[in-house]
Antibody
Framework: EVQVVESGGGLVQPGGSLRLSCAAS????????MNWVRQAPGKGLEWVSY????????YYADSVKGRFTISRDNAKNSLYLQMNSLRDDDTAVYYC??????????????WGQGTLVTVSS | EIVMTQSPATLSVSPGERATLSCRAS??????LAWYQQKPGQAPRLLIY???TRATGIPARFSGSGSGTEFTLTISSLQSEDFAVYYC???????????FGPGTKVDI
């Protein structure tokens, strides 16, 4: 069974840092690109970042560019999101999702249950 | 930047009725559009990709149509488990982003 499980969320002060992890099982991570998507409380979905299978292609939403860093360790079947200079508006549930290529871009077929990041003093 | 809009924001229907949800892109995305379902406290679930292809395990009462800038998700006969928020997402203009629509809440 394909599963992705996020961890590492919590309460952090504005300006602080946090590192999220995503553990994949039921499939070989090295064969798939991955996305991080977030959802602020009571709001919609916002794509955050993408990483290709070999980490050769990485993209970020403008809202997190320069502050967040996506990475992966295929040997550990794991995906990461390093979040620095956190702001109040980064408060959200962060989802790890497997990316599937289709024609021109990627949709996400399997999603984790998410990990909550709360930025507050 | 492509902007996705969805209508209506909320759709009130009764079990057994048909529900029609709309998604519009600010410019053509061909058929590179996905639909997701999200229930309270749960992760999003892929329903449709390529505008009209059902994902694995998705019941036949869910169907997608459209191309270019106008798309529709139809639930032919609403079941109690279908009351949720539905999001569309375009993936035609990649990179740099994968924007979602604001969602349509389907409630009783």
């Amino acid at each position: 069974e394909v599963q992705v499980v996020e961890s590492g969320g919590g309460l952090v002060q504005p300006g602080g840092s946090l590192r999220l992890s995503c553990a994949a099982s039921g499939f070989t991570l090295r064969g798939y690109s991955m996305n991080w998507v977030r959802q602020a409380p009571g709001k919609g979905l916002e794509w955050v970042s993408y990483i290709s299978t070999s980490s050769s292609a990485i993209y970020y939403a403008d809202s997190v560019k320069g502050r967040f860093t996506i990475s992966r360790d295929n040997a550990k079947n794991s995906l990461y999101l390093q979040m620095n200079s956190l702001r109040d508006d980064d408060t959200a549930v962060y989802y790890c999702a497997r990316a599937i290529w289709d024609s021109s871009g990627y949709y996400s077929d399997y999603w984790g249950q998410g990990t909550l990041v709360t930025v507050s003093s | 930047e492509i902007v996705m809009t969805q209508s209506p924001a909320t759709l009130s229907v009764s079990p057994g009725e048909r529900a029609t949800l709309s998604c519009r892109a600010s410019q053509s995305v061909s058929r590179n559009l996905a639909w997701y379902q999200q229930k309270p406290g749960q992760a999003p679930r892929l329903l449709i990709y390529g505008a009209s292809t059902r994902a694995t395990g998705i019941p036949a009462r869910f169907s997608g149509s459209g191309s270019g800038t106008e798309f529709t998700l139809t639930i032919s006969s609403l079941q109690s488990e279908d009351f949720a928020v539905y999001y569309c997402q375009q993936y035609n203009n990649w990179p740099p982003g994968l924007p979602f629509g604001p969602g349509t809440k389907v409630d009783i």
